[in-house]
């Protein structure tokens, strides 16, 4: 005789499972976000660029991951985890690519799920996914000016723009029309180039030395 109660439990853990894999998925972009963000504000502070990139960031999203995995596993006693298996360049040079394994084990059931996700670096960001609000606060900014001018003078922010002051014309120094670039400015937060074919995927590259 088969035993309804067991099998309609099974079939609840297996959902549950199933959402909860479901959910940790959907907070990946959103991790990832908040990680690239906070390497690129560090960027911006001292000035120094990223060895190691990819392992850095991976480790970085696979920790806030885990803390994650950790809430879950205290508010509903599901055992949760998500390794994080690459941080790599996209095809696209305004998106990474984070490919990651979810496992849930929810008593016998275990729910096992690989995922590849491309995740641009482009605009504002939920802050969280119980939310679609989103505000510049999340944009992610382009630390390259602040890493190649550091040694040649001031750059400051203003009005979501990047200030060279002289900084730029100096760093140029030698290269034909370089005074031009006295007192220029480009946007703080990273664009894509209003023409086509876009060659400079320098800001991309940033993360992945």
Same mark, same amino acid.
């Given at each position: 005789?088969?035993?309804?109660? #067991?099998?309609?439990? @099974?079939?609840?853990?297996?959902?549950?499972? &199933?959402?909860?894999?479901?959910? $940790?998925?959907?907070?990946?972009?959103?991790?990832?976000?908040?990680?690239?963000?906070?390497?690129?504000? +560090?960027?911006?502070?001292?000035?120094?660029?990223?060895?190691?990139?990819?392992?850095?960031? #991976? +480790?970085?999203?696979?920790?806030?991951?885990?803390?994650?995995? @950790?809430?879950?596993?205290?508010?509903?006693?599901?055992?949760?985890?998500?390794?994080? +298996?690459?941080?790599?360049?996209?095809?696209?040079?305004?998106?990474?690519?984070?490919?990651?394994?979810?496992? $849930?084990?929810?008593?016998?059931? @275990?729910? +096992?799920?690989?995922?590849?996700?491309?995740?641009?670096?482009? =605009? @504002?960001?939920?802050?969280?996914? &119980?939310?679609?609000?989103?505000?510049?606060?999340?944009?992610?900014?382009?630390?390259?000016? &602040?890493?190649?001018?550091?040694?040649?003078?001031? $750059?400051?922010?203003?009005?979501?723009?990047?200030?060279?002051?002289?900084?730029?014309? #100096?760093?140029?120094? =030698?290269?034909?029309?370089?005074?031009?670039?006295?007192?220029?400015?480009?946007?703080?937060?990273?664009?894509?180039?209003?023409?086509?074919?876009?060659?400079?995927?320098?800001?991309?590259?940033?993360?992945?030395?």
């Amino acid at each position: 005789m088969v035993n309804l109660d #067991k099998s309609v439990d @099974t079939i609840i853990k297996s959902d549950n499972s &199933f959402y909860i894999s479901g959910d $940790v998925e959907r907070n990946i972009p959103i991790i990832t976000r908040q990680v690239l963000k906070e390497t690129v504000d +560090n960027a911006i502070t001292n000035g120094n660029s990223l060895p190691n990139s990819r392992i850095l960031i #991976k +480790n970085a999203i696979e920790q806030k991951m885990k803390d994650l995995s @950790t809430n879950y596993q205290n508010n509903s006693g599901v055992n949760v985890r998500c390794i994080i +298996n690459s941080v790599d360049s996209a095809s696209d040079p305004f998106e990474i690519e984070v490919n990651s394994t979810i496992l $849930v084990m929810n008593d016998n059931i @275990t729910y +096992n799920h690989i995922v590849n996700q491309n995740i641009s670096i482009l =605009g @504002t960001y939920p802050q969280n996914k &119980f939310s679609m609000n989103s505000n510049s606060s999340t944009e992610i900014s382009d630390p390259l000016s &602040f890493i190649k001018c550091k040694k040649f003078g001031c $750059v400051s922010i203003k009005n979501a723009r990047i200030n060279y002051g002289s900084s730029l014309k #100096k760093y140029l120094k =030698g290269v034909n029309g370089s005074e031009i670039y006295e007192n220029a400015s480009l946007p703080y937060y990273i664009k894509k180039c209003p023409y086509d074919p876009y060659f400079l995927s320098y800001q991309i590259k940033f993360f992945f030395k």
